[in-house]
């Protein structure tokens, strides 16, 4: 090889070492498009026009939507790159359109620090609902979410692209204002919205009862329209309320008066949303109880989504992959067995399943545990899942099951 060769490559890898850098620095990691089988001409070109998009957001001073248009554009660029060095090819001009995006992401996370601080200092109200329900960067991954596959996809087209695609998403293809998510506890309701906000890597504000239900007269109502007001300046962001029907349950004659209005702001703060074209501030709701939710709360969420009860298929994923660390001598026709026993559990009841099945081996001799290397352990045997199952019952009774699914039928 020669010496001019090598140097050529020597550059080029130092290229990527510092431009590796950005993307460490830049809190909201980037990951690589897997889409690499599109004309790479054809990216690069709508990868200009968004960061051109982003930039425009950013002069005017949105910060959080240009974040995540620049962020998206350099998951489109990045694989692009990548494939030309490969190639050899000359890519000078999308690494440089990469390190703007990356820099002016970058610029877009301080100024949005800066609000969160200038926001909270306003008032109390804002900052209670900044230091309690506002999330800036969630754990959970769909990936960590076994079965729903249809919902998972439902999610994409409905919530997670109008965020990545905010130009593309409007009009009448526009994205709905809110999304209630029902079905039996402990099936991936609160998990899914978690998911979504990681997915669209917006600010995400997570309230229940105890963020919203206050002791005095009036401050209910404040935090709610406070809510909605910051979730407005830190669009695109997803509002989520865990457990609605704890809120905004069905008016009835002795209703306190705190609630009323807490409803009532509610509604007028939800009619609120959305004014405009550009407006990127979505709500999700998740109940275990939707026929307790008032029917005027109800209207309002144009798409339902049941959160049902795992099917054979999606139990087997979970039993499997909470196993997958444990030492156990279980073969796939005993795991399909123990699983069609299952039927009528929880994702969270078969997770209790699990547990407790992983906890008899080491119950059996707790004296000589304490010394016991961790490989001596025996592994879990289909005994301790029989054990398991008779011990820890469905958290559901056929009956209570069946009010989903009226529920469900009513819906339709
Ligand atoms: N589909 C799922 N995949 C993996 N774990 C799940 C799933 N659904 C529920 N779980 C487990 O059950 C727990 C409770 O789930 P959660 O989302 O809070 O239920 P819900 O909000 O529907 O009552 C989760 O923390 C998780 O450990
Ligand atoms: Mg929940």
Redesign the pocket.
Known sequence: MSDSIKQTIKNDKQQVNRSRSPFQNCKTKIKEKQNVQQDPNQQIQNASKMIEMGMKYFQNQQYSMAKVVLINSSQVLLPIIKQKKQNEEDHTAEYQQLIKAISTAEICTQKIDQLQQSIASQDPYSKQIIETAMIRKCDVTFD?????ESIKNQLEEVIVLPNLRPDIFTGIRAPPKGILFYGP???????LAKAVANQIKCCFFNVSASTLVQKHLGEGEKLMKTLFNVAFKFQPSVIFIDEIDSILSSRSSEEHEASRRLKTEFLISFDGMQTTDQDRIFLIA?T?RPQDIDGAVLRRFTVKIL?DQPDQKARLG?VKSLMQAVSHSILDIAFDKICEKLAGYS??DI?AVVKEACMQPLREDKITLVAMSAQNIRPVRKEDFEFAINKVKPSLTQKQYQEYISFNKSEK
């Open positions: 960590s979410i076994v079965g729903l506890p402990g099936n991936g309701k609160t998990l998740a275990n959160i979970l994702a969270s997770k």
